[in-house]
């Protein structure tokens, strides 16, 4: 499957401590995101990162592409209690207006 | 502000119920999904619509069935409800996007939880 697979499951920290999220993937994408999900509601999108690019950052977020190695991070500097959520990747199906979604990554940010 | 909207963020049906979930999205985007997301398996594709009465089958689509009569709405049907259709289902939607450049956001609804009992 291409599904993209998020590591670790689940992520406990304090306060302005920093997250770190991995999603690795198994074939050739174009494009990979990631989304963000409160418990019980719908994804929100956080970024995009292409295959031809290697580092991209969004106020607080910073996300790593490495494609010979088929994995991306995503990195929540200084987080706070409200970043307590879940975190998807979406890797790009061949048919570029579909995504597979891992499972996710549930973090908790303890106040 | 973009919306995607779901019918009913709660819902009970019987086993043997036709069940219909409604999703409305405000920014006249071509494309349209439904997905249904379960502990530790992820968000995974029911069906999609890249146009008006168009529709694709995704990865899970035995069970459902979907309707697209207008661009802005998009509904899954469910025939026949049974218990293993209990989950969250959420609606999405995006503008298409062609060739290598393509990774068009998706706009999420707040999800409906649906219960079979």
């Known amino acids: 499957s291409q599904q993209g697979e998020e590591d670790p499951q689940a992520l406990s920290i304090q306060e302005g401590e920093n997250a770190t999220m991995n999603c690795s993937y198994k074939?050739?994408?174009?494009?990979l995101q990631w989304y963000r999900q409160n418990s019980g509601r719908g994804l929100v999108h956080l970024i995009l990162i292409r295959s031809n690019e290697r580092e991209k950052h969004s106020g607080r977020l910073r996300v790593t592409l490495d494609t010979s190695k088929k994995s991306s991070s995503l990195l929540i500097t200084a987080s706070r209690a409200a970043d307590t959520a879940s975190y998807f990747c979406a890797t790009d199906h061949p048919n570029f207006n579909k995504f597979y979604f891992g499972s996710g990554t549930k973090l908790n940010v303890k106040p | 502000d973009v919306k995607v909207t779901q019918s009913s963020r709660y819902l009970v049906k019987r086993t043997g119920e036709k069940v219909f979930l409604e999703c409305v999205q405000d920014?006249?985007?071509?494309?349209m999904f439904w997905y249904r997301q379960d502990p530790g398996l992820g968000l995974r594709l029911i069906y999609f619509?890249?146009?008006?009465?168009?529709?694709e089958k995704g990865d899970i689509p035995e069970g459902y069935s979907v309707s697209r009569e207008k661009k802005e709405r998009f509904s899954l049907i469910l025939e026949s409800a049974s218990t293993n259709q209990t989950s969250m289902y959420l609606c999405?939607?995006?503008?298409?996007?062609?060739?290598?450049?393509?990774?068009?956001?998706?706009?999420f609804g707040p999800g409906t939880r649906l219960t079979v009992l």
């Open positions: 619509s890249y146009d008006v009465k168009m529709k």
């Open positions: 920014m006249d985007h071509e494309n």
């Open positions: 074939t050739s994408i174009n494009n």
């Open positions: 999405a939607s995006s503008f298409i996007r062609r060739g290598l450049a393509g990774g068009n956001e998706q706009f």
